[in-house]
């Protein structure tokens, strides 16, 4: 045997290129959230409702990944925001930050085996649940063991298909709407439908609001990838740019064509879920223009899409937690690696977790997923706080220790508007969570916003046992060594 070979690696390696970057960031942007919940959005606000509200989080996120891409840029690491709020805010928010955000994508891997279960039901209604779990976690697991790379193609491929299928989606809407496909020309007419675009009041449009909160979570694993870009200072900042072109071309359009061909008074609209995939205002569309297969064609589409984000998730996840266990915010036999540079102990035990979705088996998939979506959901928005609040603190602590911004790789334009407003638009989003506009289900406000006093919690306890402290400005570690 070939002793080097064998060796343990003493780092993690570079693996993504360009292309690698950029899907990772455009797959964590395009999944379930358009193809299903878009409709249940037009459906509670109007097409004009459904708009702004995913404007609004558009230009949100859009901020958020500025930030980030400056963060990222500077210094490129795979414990992104743990590693970045533990520097330029304290040890102790950085603590919190990374457990909650290693849980989130934990679990969020859980629900979107339990997704994916739910959706091969569509083809096999009879075959058992526990079987298909088994072989997708398998699967996730194989991708991610092998290499970073393993990860980086799949998931390539992964947003190849998601992006194909809204661009062919918005070529055929377009030729619906000028009446070339389909029937007669709609114009806007369905913009007019009672009265007017916007519908369901203020309650309805923060609604949306959540719901497109929750679509967009994802763009932010480009910052754990950088850790493992070949040349993160270059591939970062062309991923980021493109954040706000996807966003307009893949979520805005793809509403605004879908409001103009279907009214927002549709009953099939209402009842887009992950287990109803026929009436998907994507399958709408395409069976409205004559495609009979659209069903069966959405059907794989959707289930490579919660593929992606399980597999995106596994990563993420094992990424954060090995960069953990390097700070010594985690146990340190989690930073073991293999010769192939994966931190497989980080691996294993994420993926223990994605074994949550076997409860399937004994209570409904559709049971399942739903809780372990109610457990998840939060944590993102909490990400995007941490993310918002680290950048402030890391331009801030960059003036006062009299460093010129030309030192900067990349720069977040719109300082300090753009950190402030995505901050202020996350706590919206979080305080809106609840639906207070009649009676009020205690048991889904409890999941809801279990997650607030568990990170609060972890993040005062940790403060108080080591004694952590807000990290002066002047004091912050603004150097530029990888944790990774």
């Known amino acids: 045997m070939n002793r080097?070979?064998?060796?343990?690696?003493?780092?993690?390696?570079?693996?993504?290129?360009?292309?690698?970057?950029?899907?990772?960031?455009?797959?964590?942007?395009i999944g379930t959230g358009l193809f299903l919940a878009s409709g249940g959005a037009i459906s509670s606000a109007g097409p004009g409702g459904a708009l702004i509200a995913y404007a609004a989080v558009g230009l949100m996120v859009y901020f958020l990944m500025t930030s980030l891409g400056e963060l990222a840029t500077y210094l490129p690491d795979s414990g992104s925001f743990s590693t970045y709020a533990s520097r330029y805010v304290s040890p102790a928010f950085g603590f919190a930050v990374g457990w909650n955000f290693w849980y989130n994508w934990a679990v969020t891997i859980a629900a979107e085996l339990a997704a994916a279960t739910v959706i091969i039901k569509f083809w096999f209604p009879d075959s058992p649940s526990f079987l298909w779990s088994l072989l997708f976690l398998g699967i996730m697991f194989g991708l991610n063991v092998l290499s970073a790379k393993g990860y980086g193609e799949s998931e390539y491929w992964f947003a190849m298909i998601k992006v194909v299928t809204v661009i062919v989606f918005l070529i055929v809407g377009v030729l619906m709407i000028f009446g070339i496909l389909g029937g007669e020309a709609v114009g806007f007419s369905n913009f007019d439908l009672g009265g007017?675009?916007?519908?369901?009041?203020?309650?309805?449009?923060?609604?949306?609001?959540?719901?497109?909160?929750?679509?967009?979570?994802?763009?932010?694993?480009?910052?754990?990838?950088?850790?493992?870009?070949e040349n993160p200072r270059k591939h970062v900042p062309q991923a980021i740019r493109q954040v706000f072109w996807r966003i307009l071309i893949f979520y805005?359009?793809?509403?605004?064509?879908?409001?103009?061909?279907?009214?927002?008074?549709?009953?099939?609209?209402?009842?887009?879920?992950?287990?109803?995939?026929?009436?998907?205002?994507?399958?709408?569309?395409?069976?409205r223009a004559g495609l009979a297969f659209a069903a069966?064609?959405?059907?794989?589409?959707?289930?490579?899409?919660?593929?992606?984000?399980?597999?995106?998730?596994?990563y993420a996840s094992t990424r954060v937690l090995y960069a953990m266990a390097k700070q010594g915010l985690a146990p340190k036999w989690l930073s073991r690696l293999n010769r192939r540079g994966v931190p497989v102990a980080a691996l294993i035990v994420t993926a223990s977790v994605g074994m949550l979705a076997f409860l399937a088996s004994f209570f409904g998939d559709g049971v399942v997923y739903i809780w372990l979506l109610n457990a998840s959901g939060m944590c993102g928005f909490i990400n995007?706080?941490?993310?918002?609040?680290?950048?402030?603190?890391?331009?801030?602590?960059?003036?006062?220790?009299?460093?010129?911004?030309?030192?900067?790789?990349?720069?977040?334009?719109?300082?300090?508007?753009?950190?402030?407003?995505?901050?202020?638009?996350?706590?919206?989003?979080?305080?809106?969570?609840?639906?207070?506009?009649?009676?009020?289900?205690?048991?889904?406000?409890?999941?809801?916003?279990?997650?607030?006093?568990?990170?609060?919690?972890?993040?005062?306890?940790?403060?108080?046992?080591?004694?952590?402290?807000?990290?002066?400005?002047?004091?912050?570690?603004?150097?530029?060594?990888?944790?990774?």
């Open 384 to 484: 995007w706080l941490a993310i918002a609040v680290s950048h402030y603190r890391f331009r801030k602590a960059f003036q006062a220790q009299g460093r010129d911004l030309r030192e900067l790789p990349f720069r977040a334009r719109w300082f300090p508007f753009g950190p402030i407003f995505a901050f202020i638009l996350c706590l919206v989003a979080i305080i809106g969570q609840g639906d207070l506009s009649g009676d009020i289900d205690w048991y889904t406000m409890f999941a809801t916003y279990v997650s607030i006093p568990l990170f609060l919690a972890i993040w005062f306890g940790y403060a108080i046992v080591k004694k952590s402290r807000i990290i002066p400005l002047k004091e912050c570690d603004l150097g530029t060594e990888r944790i990774s």
């Open 4 to 29: 080097k070979t064998s060796t343990p690696a003493t780092s993690l390696k570079p693996s993504f290129k360009t292309r690698h970057m950029t899907m990772i960031a455009l797959g964590g942007s």
């Open 196 to 229: 007017g675009p916007v519908h369901g009041g203020f309650f309805a449009l923060i609604g949306v609001f959540m719901a497109a909160g929750f679509s967009f979570q994802g763009t932010e694993l480009i910052g754990v990838a950088a850790g493992e870009s």
């Open 296 to 314: 069966s064609v959405m059907n794989a589409v959707i289930l490579t899409s919660v593929l992606s984000a399980g597999n995106s998730g596994m």
């Open 252 to 287: 805005i359009l793809a509403i605004f064509v879908i409001g103009l061909l279907i009214p927002y008074t549709h009953p099939s609209l209402l009842q887009s879920s992950i287990d109803s995939i026929s009436v998907s205002p994507f399958t709408l569309v395409f069976e």
